[in-house]
């Protein structure tokens, strides 16, 4: 694989209480010519921006789901 090849990077974060700081990578990573995948596992407040897999997505494929989750904290 050459240096100069694109690459998907997982970023995998809380977008409610760390959207900006994860949005920053996320940023910085596609400048530097590479994809993202956002993976939002917040479970408290609005996410800072849309992610790649939702917290939704995320519960569900855990067994779980958002409201049950957010009601634990």
Do not use: C
């Not at 790649?52 to 634990?72: F, K, N, W, Y």
């Amino acid at each position: 694989m050459s240096s100069t090849e694109s690459k998907t990077i997982v970023i995998i974060g809380t977008l409610d209480t760390k959207g900006k700081e994860v949005k920053y990578v996320k940023d910085y990573i596609e400048n530097r010519g590479h994809r993202t995948l956002v993976v939002d596992a917040g479970v408290l407040g609005e996410p800072a921006f849309e992610p790649d897999v939702s917290r939704e997505m995320v519960a569900q494929a855990g067994g779980s789901d958002l409201a049950h989750l957010s009601a634990r904290g």
